[in-house]
């Protein structure tokens, strides 16, 4: 597969590229669903393909193929240079990438036990005993149970001297209950987001979720929240657990500080950003306690790599330093674009680029956008309240295209009073500005607490392309947060 990535650099070379890269990308995905005690969803697909981009005349061009011969990838270098010749009347500014990147090397995501070595039979059996374990429990009507296992094999070579290996594993699964009672529906999930925790790593991970130890704990969790009262509405301060903060991280951190949407080229789809370049280095995102980075080394991240699409080594990256705004997520070229406007900002790209597979141009996406862990340990956080609320697990949000007005609701809410958790709440939804409900944080949980959590659905791109995603956060504190129960 070397050969052919460097066979296609060096044909869109030379037929007048400037600058050239391809990438041969082999994925393969399996998802099983148990429904109700039946299996709902038994899905395994393969992707492999090429994919070609070149700068011409100071221009992008791309173009794939899924087709891995010889002439094909011939023809798809010659019709890149083609599109980006074509593009070159009318672009405005030239493409600049900056320093060359030159990367080499081979990585592969740490596993014990290869997911897809492990039969569908054990799979499938591991999620019907979940599921009987949640429905054995009355007032649960409908119960759900999942896994997912994904391998990417992707090589990547450039015409600066670029050439790279990676192979990608990610596990995952989850479960949810849901109740019907007292003209109500309510839900309990486990273990994060979406019902689901999906980390870069093998089988092993999916074993120590022990969804089958979970499932009856949860079904009586949803079946309690029937009888709940609706969460009380006011001003509190509140304690939001990991789970919950790892989505407002992922809403209001990690998509504005994409630097495409800044400069304007993901408007369309998804929106901009409220985070200006001239409020880089200068804007108070948040509290002194609120530190926040982009980490594509994280162990068991969505976000972790060896290289983004460019060639670009993974990296620890600063965004939110004691509660300054201080970094972007950038590629080559707007990391040059930034360098103009800021002569402070980093010139080369911090290495966010990447595609939905071999068809797809690479995009900036987050890769773990980690809140960083404080030094309380939650009792003592809790104690420390006199009278708030303790949120737990999302349900619902809503944010606007610049990321700055939120609203989020959680399945489960429940009273604080006198440092004690007490009363149980449903249907809380809180609500907020960015930079305010960040400076309202004034505690965060230490890293006994702390867990990166897997988003596998982060939208971006037209045609739209999902990402992989990860969030670390430990529960954390917030002052005087506006709350709302709903019917």
């Known amino acids: 597969m070397q050969d052919l990535v460097q066979r296609a650099v060096d044909t869109a070379v030379a037929l007048g590229a400037q600058y050239a890269d391809a990438r041969i990308v082999h994925q393969r995905h399996q998802n099983i669903l148990v429904r109700n005690s039946a299996v709902e969803t038994l899905q395994e697909t393969e992707s492999l393909g090429l994919g070609v981009r070149v700068v011409v005349d100071g221009a992008w061009g791309f173009s794939a193929s899924h087709l891995l011969t010889p002439q094909e990838i011939d023809r798809v270098a010659a019709e890149a240079v083609r599109i980006a010749r074509a593009s070159a009347r009318v672009h405005k500014q030239p493409v600049r990438l900056g320093p060359p990147v030159t990367s080499r090397g081979f990585y592969q995501t740490p596993i014990e036990e290869d997911p897809f070595a492990v039969s569908l039979e054990e799979k499938i059996a591991l999620l019907l005993e979940a599921d009987t ?81 979970n499932a009856e704990r949860i079904a009586h969790e949803a079946v309690e929240l029937l009888h709940a009262p609706v969460a009380p509405s006011g001003t509190f301060d509140v304690i939001i657990d990991s789970t919950q903060l790892a989505l407002q991280v992922h809403e209001s951190c990690g998509h504005p500080i994409e630097l495409d949407r800044v400069f304007g080229t993901e408007a369309a789809f998804a929106g901009t950003s409220f985070l200006t370049p001239d409020r880089l280095y200068t804007l108070r995102y948040g509290s002194d306690v609120v530190n926040i980075v982009a980490d594509a080394t994280a162990p068991l991240g969505l976000g972790t790599f060896g290289w983004d699409d460019e060639g670009v080594p993974a990296q620890r990256v600063d965004i939110v330093r004691n509660g300054l705004f201080v970094g972007y997520l950038t590629s080559r070229e707007t990391a ?27 995009l900036i996406r987050m890769t773990n956008i980690n809140l960083e862990p404080g030094t309380w340990r939650l009792e003592d956080l809790i104690a420390d309240t006199e009278h708030g609320l303790y949120l737990e697990m999302n349900r619902s949000w809503s944010i606007d295209d610049k990321r700055l007005n939120f609203q989020f609701g959680v399945e489960v809410c429940r009273e604080i009073k006198n440092g004690k958790l007490g009363q149980l709440y449903k249907n809380a939804n809180y609500t907020g500005i960015t930079p305010e409900f960040w400076s309202a944080c004034d505690a965060v949980c230490n890293a006994d607490y702390w867990t990166l959590w897997g988003v596998t659905n982060c939208g971006k791109g037209q045609p739209m392309q999902l990402s992989h995603v990860g969030h670390g956060a430990a529960p954390a504190r917030f002052r005087g947060i506006r709350v709302f129960g709903t019917q």
């Open 133 to 213: 374990a949640m429905r054995r429990v009355n007032g649960v009507r409908i119960t759900l149970a999942k896994l997912a296992a994904m391998r990417e094999h992707k090589f990547f070579a450039n015409s600066e001297g670029a050439l790279t290996e990676q192979v990608l594993y990610e596990s995952g699964g989850g479960i949810q209950a849901i109740a019907v009672g007292n003209g109500d529906v309510q839900q309990r999930s486990y273990p994060g987001l979406f019902a689901q925790q999906q980390v870069t790593g093998g089988f092993e991970h999916v074993r120590r979720l022990d969804l089958v130890g």
């Open 336 to 362: 040059q674009q930034l360098h103009e406007i800021v002569p402070n900002a980093p010139p080369t790209s911090n290495g966010t680029m990447r595609a939905d597979g071999w068809n797809r141009i690479p």
